[in-house]
């Protein structure tokens, strides 16, 4: 018995340190062409491909929209009709907080400087999630791996669900496109009290090994945790009842979570998108890296500026998977050139005209998926 766990052991690594090894095609020549149109739009009009006023403008709404909606629900709100619409009022703003300053701080798309990425990216530490961990699991991580089970971390939930095909389907999977909804609710509060703290104690995104935080990083790590739960429940306690504020915490976090779920969901777990698995002999993956983004991966709601702006471009989840560093408020004259490249070199643009169709989609795939 030993021996045969020693075997599966090294079996195991042996898989790990294989996946590390998973590459793509060469690049087809879509990718420079599409970089080179991209790179003419902005030579040849007055877009910014970073430090956007429209963002900093943006940025300001949000944050003083944070702290004066929680100020409200925490030192005026009395009645259980001002506190609701309240809280689900600071679940979307925390939410765009998200899509927005942090998502593009991290992905170094906020600035050219990299200081203020940093503080930007920080927001996410804010609302409760490190922001280093996000950079491993989401920038590194999702973004190379969209979509490729056991490397796309953001794929797995574990026995919960069944999300690609190449997942193993247990008996209540066919209940899944009714209890995953709810299950999503719970997304923010498993970050805030487990998932941080169960990467940094294992040194795991997943099955996934990365780099523990060290230095300024720890120090931001546990400040950060320190900072969000005096705001979440040491200062309300100070002037609310014990179950006021667990009931106000989880009506915001399960808005939060709802919100993060499905716009991730809408945009790569939905019946048009592929969920490729490499070759098993070559250990690669048959698109370049370019084109593999973009069947991976739908938009939605793309002539909805107000969506555009709550999901931080979100919606145009094409566009970030290609130029991830670039501020999200170009996105939608960036889709007109991303459109167009795929049309001439034959790539499927995926896209849905709503979030409705989006939100069916998803409903769709779940249900194959469980059955």
């Not at 590390?20 to 080179?36: I, P």
């Not at 040491?234 to 989880?250: D, E, K, N, R, T």
């Not at 939608?332 to 790539?347: A, H, K, L, N």
Request: proline content about 3%.
């Amino acid at each position: 018995m030993q021996e045969q766990n020693k075997s599966q052991q090294l079996m195991n690594s042996q898989e790990k340190e294989t996946a590390k090894k998973l590459k793509f095609a060469k690049n087809s020549g879509f990718q420079a062409e599409l970089r080179r149109r991209v790179d003419e739009l902005f030579e040849n009009s007055d877009l910014k491909e970073r430090d956007c006023p429209q963002m900093y403008v943006k940025t300001a709404i949000l944050l003083l929209s944070f702290f004066g909606i929680y100020s409200l629900l925490v030192f005026f709100a009395e009645t259980w009709w001002q506190v609701v619409p309240l809280c689900i009022l600071l679940g979307i703003v925390t939410a765009a907080i998200g899509f927005s300053i942090q998502h593009d701080g991290s992905h170094h798309a906020y600035s050219s400087i990299s200081w203020v990425n940093k503080l930007m990216s920080m927001s996410l530490d804010l609302i409760g999630a490190s922001s280093y961990v996000w950079h491993w699991k989401h920038d590194v991580l999702h973004h190379t791996y969209a979509n490729i089970a056991g490397y796309d971390m953001d794929l797995e939930v574990g026995i919960f669900g069944r999300l690609s095909p190449s997942h193993q389907r247990l008996n209540f999977h066919r209940w899944q496109h009714y209890y995953l909804w709810l299950l999503y609710g719970l997304l923010a509060i498993k970050w805030h009290f487990y998932d941080d703290f169960y990467c940094l104690i294992m040194g795991k995104i997943g099955d996934r090994n990365y780099p523990r935080p060290k230095h300024s990083n720890l120090a931001i790590f546990f400040g950060g945790k320190l900072v969000f739960f005096t705001i979440a429940f040491v200062i309300p306690l100070l002037f609310h009842s014990l179950w006021q504020v667990l009931a106000s915490y989880g009506l915001v976090a399960v808005t939060l979570g709802i919100m993060l779920s499905v716009v991730f969901q809408l945009a790569h777990v939905v019946e048009e998108a592929e969920f490729p698995l490499p070759v098993a002999e070559a250990n690669i993956i048959e698109n370049d890296w370019a084109i593999h983004q973009i069947e991976t991966t739908v938009n939605f709601s793309r002539n909805n500026s107000y969506v555009t702006w709550l999901l931080g471009g979100l919606n145009f989840q094409v566009e970030h998977h290609l130029f991830p560093n670039i501020c999200h408020v170009n996105y939608p004259e960036i889709s007109r050139v991303v459109e167009e490249t795929c049309q001439e070199f034959g790539v499927r643009y995926n896209q849905h005209s709503s979030f409705w169709a989006g939100l069916r989609s998803h409903y769709r795939w779940l249900r194959r998926m469980g059955t």
